[in-house]
C-alpha cells in the first residue's frame, strides 16, 4: 500500500475559485470496509465493478421509456425500433465517456462543471441539471401511481400522493449497504426483462419486421418526427451521465497506468451488458405494443385505446387481447420500474447540487424535495386530465430532457476530450469524432422539430396578427439564446487543468474511493474481498 493519503493526497481539487476546499485532500484516512479492487489482473475483477451499470440501466428502462415504445408501436408498429438500437448505441459510448471521466480524473461531471465555468454559467448549468432530474421524476411518480391503480384499483390520483412512500423505502434500503442495493436494482432490471419477455412470447410479433424496424431507419407520419424525439429523450437522459461519473468513484482501484486501463475496459463491459438488457427489454415493449394494437381481429373499442395508448390504457388492451395475468405482468414491471428509479433520480440530484454548488442534503431530504417537484405537477394533470392527461406529462417530461441533453452532453464531451482534463486518457480522434457527430445529431433533431413546432403553432393559430408577432419574436428569441448557450458551451475552450489520479510510471499505488460520495450513497459498507 503507498503512503498515506494525508502524506500523499491522491484526490486534489483544482484550484479554481468555486472549489471551497482546494487545499486540502478530499480523503483524509482509510477505509478497509469498501469495495476495494484487488491490485492484481483477474477477469474475477470485473464482478467488483459489476453495479453502476446496472443503477444507470434503470434510466433507459422508467415509466417514460414504457409509454413512449408503448405510443411508439401502436402508431408506427416497428417503424422506430432503429431509434431505440442507435440511442443504445450511442448510450453506451457516451455512459462509458461519463465512467472514464469518473475513474480517471476522480471527480464527477457535475465537479468539473463548477471548477471550468465561472458562477453564472455554472449556476444556470446547475438549474438545467435540477429540472432535468425532476422530469425524470415525472414519469416515475405517473408510472407507479398506474401500476398501483392497475394492481389494487388505486385512483391514479391517489396512487400520485402514495409515491411519496418511495422516500421511505430508500430509506429502509440504506441500512443494508451499497452492494446489496445495486443487487436490488439488478434484480429489478431482470424482473422487468422476464416480465416483457413472457408478453413478447404470446403476442408473437413478426421477426421479419421487428428486425427490418430495427435496421431500416424510417420516419413516417405527421407524429413520427415528435415521438422519435420522446423516444430519444426517454433513451439518453442527461441526469444519467452526472450519474454514472460520480457511481464510479465509489470503488476502490489501483492507481497505476494498468489499473485505470482495467477499470475503465469493465466498465465498459459491465455497461454494455446492462445497457443490452435495458436495450432488449424496450424493443420487446414496443414489438408487443406493435403486434397488439395491429392485430387484424382487434376489436373496435380496443382499436380506439391504440390511438390515444398510455400506460394505464395498455393494462387493458393486455387483458382484453392476450389475457388477464398479461396485465399483472406489466403492472409489476411498471412499479419495479418506477421504484426502483427512484433511488438513482435521489442520487442524481445529490450528486448535482454536491457538484455544481458544493451543498449536501441528507438523500431523504433530497429526495423529499425532487419528489414534491415531481407530485404537483402530476397531480394537478391526474385531477384534471385524469390517465390521458398524465400519459401525455410523462411525453412531455421525455421530450424536455432531450432539450436538455447538450447541456450535459457537451461539457461531457468537451472534458473527455481534453488532454489538460485526462492526459494520457484523452478520448482517441475517432471516439471524439463519433461522440461529436451524434451530438450534432441530436441537437440538429431537436433544433429542427423545435423550431418547426413553434412554426406550426403559430401558423395554425387563431390568436389575432398582433398577438401572433408578439408570440413569435418572444418564441424566436427563446431558441435563439438556446442556441447560443449551446454554441458557449461548444466554442468555449477548457481552462482549467485536473490533477490527474492516475500513476504515469510502473509503480503500483491505490486510491480510496471518495469517502463524500460513498456517504451519499449508504450509511452502510461492504468488503469485496471474496472476488479476489
Known sequence: MAASASEHPQFISNNGSNNSFSNSPLIDNSDPNQIIIPEKKSWKNFFAYLGPGFLVSIAYIDPGNFETDLQSGAQYKYELLWIILVASCAALVIQSLAANLGVVTGKHLAEHCRAEYSKVPNFLLWVVAEIAVVACDIPEVIGTAFALNMLFKIPVWIGV????????????????????????????????AICFFVELHYSKPDPREVLHGLFVPQLKGNGAT??????????????????????????????????IKEACRFYLIESGLALTVAFLINVSVISVSGAVCNASD?????????????????????????????????????????????????????????GFLDLRLEPWLRNFLTRCLAIIPSLIVALIG?????????????????????????P???????????????????????????????????????????????????????????????????????????????????????SLLASTNSQTEETL????????????????????
Not at 518 to 523: F, K
Open 161 to 192: 400522493l402514495l409515491t411519496g412512500l418511495s422516500t421511505l423505502m430508500l430509506l429502509a434500503l440504506q441500512q443494508y449497504g451499497v452492494r446489496k442495493l445495486e443487487f436490488l436494482i439488478a434484480f429489478l432490471v431482470f424482473t422487468i
Open 226 to 259: 415528435g415521438l422519435a424525439i420522446s423516444l430519444l429523450g426517454a433513451m439518453v437522459m442527461p441526469h444519467n451521465l452526472f450519474l454514472h461519473s460520480a457511481l464510479v468513484l465509489s470503488r476502490k482501484i489501483p492507481r497505476s497506468a494498468s489499473g
Open 298 to 354: 382487434l376489436s373496435p373499442e380496443d382499436r380506439a385505446k391504440c390511438e390515444d395508448l398510455d400506460l394505464n390504457k395498455a393494462s387493458f388492451l393486455l387483458r382484453n387481447v392476450v389475457g388477464k395475468w398479461s396485465s399483472k405482468l406489466f403492472a409489476i414491471a411498471l412499479l419495479a420500474s418506477g421504484q426502483s428509479s427512484t433511488i438513482t433520480g435521489t442520487y442524481a440530484g445529490q450528486y448535482v447540487m454536491q
Open 386 to 410: 385524469g390517465s390521458s392527461g398524465a400519459g401525455k406529462l410523462i411525453i412531455i417530461a421525455s421530450m424536455i430532457l432531450s432539450f436538455e441533453l447538450p447541456f450535459a452532453l457537451v
Open 412 to 498: 461531457l464531451l468537451k472534458f473527455t476530450s481534453c488532454k489538460m482534463k485526462m492526459g494520457s486518457y484523452v478520448n482517441p480522434m475517432a471516439v471524439s469524432a463519433f461522440t461529436w457527430v451524434i451530438g450534432g445529431l441530436i441537437m440538429g433533431i431537436n433544433i429542427y422539430y423545435l423550431v418547426s413546432s413553434f412554426i406550426k403553432l403559430l401558423i395554425h393559430s387563431h390568436m389575432k396578427l398582433g398577438l401572433v408577432i408578439f408570440c413569435g419574436i418572444l418564441g424566436f428569441s427563446g431558441i435563439a439564446i438556446y442556441l447560443a448557450s449551446i454554441a458557449y458551451l461548444v466554442f468555449r475552450r477548457n481552462r482549467k487543468a485536473t
Open 513 to 532: 474511493p471518495r469517502q463524500d460520495i460513498v456517504d451519499m450513497q449508504l450509511h452502510g459498507k461492504v468488503s469485496t474481498s471474496d472476488v479476489d
